[in-house]
């Protein structure tokens, strides 16, 4: 970890990793949980359709955790629990990666989950 991350990203969340699926489409679960250091910071949004607007929950985490994919879960705080939904985790549906700008060690990350 960088040493501006260092304390920059000081609150533990609990991530669960994606196993995806077997080649019938049956769902392989997840990895054990593990805790990652973040900041977050939670939001709505609205979305104009055809049909309306739709207020969408919102949750960005930055980390330095390189990892994490679509489709993962995510947790303010830790749990142990092996299921992201029974935790009351969210959803990761979008990644986006950010230079570490200062000391060129590790990038940062934002990962966006929605309700």
């Given amino acids: 970890m960088s040493s501006i ?3 920059g990203f ?3 969340c609990t991530y669960w990793k994606w196993l995806g699926a077997d080649e019938y489409g049956r769902p392989l679960g997840y990895e054990l949980p593990q805790i990652i250091m973040c900041e977050y910071q939670g939001g709505l949004s609205s ?4 049909v309306g ?3 969408v929950a919102k949750n960005t985490f930055w980390t330095e955790f390189a990892d994490a994919s ?5 947790l303010i ?3 142990s629990d092996p299921t992201p939904v029974a935790a009351g985790a969210d959803e990761i549906k979008f990644t ?9 060690l590790a990038d940062d990350y934002a990962l966006v989950t929605g309700a």
């Fill in 77 to 79: 705080g830790e749990s």
């Fill in 96 to 104: 986006t990666r950010y230079a570490d700008t200062f000391e060129r």
């Fill in 10 to 12: 000081t609150a533990p």
């Fill in 70 to 74: 679509i489709g993962d879960y995510i």
């Fill in 53 to 55: 607007t739709e207020l």
């Fill in 5 to 7: 991350s260092n304390w």
């Fill in 47 to 50: 979305k104009l359709s055809g």
